[in-house]
């Protein structure tokens, strides 16, 4: 069984999109890839919507016609100048033994309200790791026994004027958003192996704008 999907990068000089199927083991194949210059948005603000819509369907109709078919939802990558990245814990006591999604919703809906703020939209929430009885730590708890269940997770929040510029964006090209990811974050996956990762590696990401 196999997956199409779309990615999109908007950043400050150019808008690039990647086409790729995923098989049943996690394994991607790049079908297509397509990068516009854009002028049209300079550190993070958009500074013409139209002229963006042109270059975002530009780039879209490019990869569609590769595959003879419509694209009508994407991932998008995105970096702000001002993006905020907070380190928050929260937990909570456990009415019964085994640990559900119920209980992993709960703590996640928690933190995104303690992570609030004036003027900024949430990203993505990314847990850093589950902690079980004040010991045990793992990354996924679900089906664990434990009478209390905390969470450390990293948010990533943009200002709002900006986020609400790329929905109102995508809603006009009738393009669904499944998923918003911080560019670092892509990079990382992109990049970095489980093996690296627990070998302490540092991404460092250098572009024209931030690093």
């Keep these: 069984m196999t997956n199409l999907t779309c990615s999109l990068d908007l950043g400050n000089g150019y808008i690039k999109g990647v086409l790729f199927l995923e098989d049943y083991d996690g394994k991607k194949t790049i079908l297509a890839k397509e990068m516009v210059k854009s002028k049209w ?15 975002v369907s530009n780039v879209l109709d490019h990869l569609s016609s590769k595959v003879d078919s419509p694209i009508d939802e994407v991932i998008l990558g995105l970096s702000h100048p001002q993006m905020k990245i907070k380190q928050l814990s929260t937990h909570k006591r456990l009415t019964n033994l085994e640990i559900t999604e119920k209980e992993v919703n709960s703590l996640l809906e928690s933190i995104s309200q303690e992570a609030d703020e004036l003027n900024y939209e949430i990203l993505k ?20 026994d434990g009478r209390k269940l905390e969470l450390v997770a990293n948010i990533f929040m943009i200002p709002s004027p900006t986020y609400k510029d790329i929905e109102k964006i995508f809603n006009e090209l009738e393009i669904d958003i499944i998923d918003i990811i911080p560019n670092i974050l892509w990079a990382e996956e992109g990049s970095l192996d489980a093996e690296t990762k627990d070998l302490w590696c540092v991404l460092i990401d250098i572009w024209a704008n931030q690093t």
């Design 125 to 144: 929430i990314m847990p850093i790791k589950w902690i079980i009885d004040d010991t045990h730590i793992t990354k996924n708890p679900v089906g664990m």
């Design 41 to 55: 948005i300079k550190k993070g603000k958009i500074l013409d919507s139209s002229s963006l819509i042109n270059s």
